[in-house]
């Protein structure tokens, strides 16, 4: 009976964990998609200000940012 009891917790156990490894159909973006896109983002100037130096400070780039790109969208284009 001890044995068995134990067998059956291994069996649910392992049976448990089963879907913890399964891999999905659907991983979103691929490396290269990812390195494309971070390599665009360069190129247009969104990553200049972020640095180890300054990340704490990202706050009001963001800000500053979204203003920009705000009046862009609105025809100011002015900095």
Avoid at 29 to 51: F, H, M, P, Q, Y
Wanted: charged share 25%; no cysteine.
């Amino acid at each position: 009976m001890k044995k068995m009891l134990i067998s059956g917790l291994v069996m649910s156990a392992l049976l448990a964990t089963a879907p913890a490894f399964a891999q999905s159909t659907s991983a979103g973006k691929t490396r290269a998609e990812v390195k494309a896109e971070l390599a665009s983002a360069r190129s247009a100037g969104d990553l200049d200000a972020i640095n180890s130096l300054s990340y704490p400070q990202l706050r009001p780039y963001q800000e500053r940012h979204a203003q920009l790109r705000a009046d862009m969208r609105d025809g100011g284009g002015s900095r």
